[in-house]
């Protein structure tokens, strides 16, 4: 999950990459940078490092990103450093991601299954939810042996449900609403 802060300063990146028409070069960039600088334990430890001046840390980004990203990328790492947040880059990418999937008419959309799915159900859950959610879909699945079985997908904070357990969940409630409102617990609505 992003914090506002990262979601905040992914927005804003989007936005000047959106305005300069480099959206993709800028992903590319971005995840570069996130790569470099926090691919390496040793890398990330120093930049988290609060007795480290922001001077030293500033020049191990220069030296590892300058004239491999672009110019305004560089410029929000340095922000990033002199505000003690570089540790939000990973996020930062994140949301970036998502805004430019978003931009292009695409969701990433996480599926959880009892069982493990074959490439033809994946293929029907994939269209079954672009024809729902009227964008094209990318799928994630993972398996999560706590269903008792179908599957339950969520995207942008949305979960959409189609499983056993859901499918119980809807019978009680629509039970406890012929009873006269009260709920499968027992308790009056």
């Known amino acids: 999950m992003t914090s506002s802060v990262g979601r905040n300063y992914a927005r804003a990146l989007f936005d000047l990459a959106e305005v300069t028409s480099s959206r993709d070069a800028v992903e590319e960039d971005l995840r570069a940078a996130r790569d470099t600088l926090f691919g390496d334990r040793e890398v990330r430890g120093f930049l988290s490092n609060r007795l480290i001046s922001r001077v030293t ?12 990203v672009d110019g305004r990328l560089l410029i929000l790492l340095f922000l990033l450093v002199d505000r003690g947040r570089t540790m939000l880059l990973g996020e930062i990418c994140e949301e970036f991601e998502r805004l430019c999937r978003m931009a292009r008419g695409v969701r990433n959309v996480k599926l959880y299954s009892a069982f493990p799915l074959g490439s033809e159900e994946k293929a029907r859950i994939t269209s079954a939810l672009q024809t729902r959610l009227s964008v094209m879909v990318e799928l994630e699945t993972e398996l999560r042996p706590s269903l008792i079985g179908g599957v339950v997908a969520e995207s942008e904070g949305q979960e959409i449900e189609f499983s056993i357990e859901g499918r119980l969940r809807d019978l009680a409630s629509q039970a406890g609403a012929l009873r006269g409102g009260s709920t499968p617990g027992g308790e009056q609505g």
């Open 57 to 68: 840390k500033k020049n191990l980004v220069r030296a590892g990103l300058e004239g491999k």
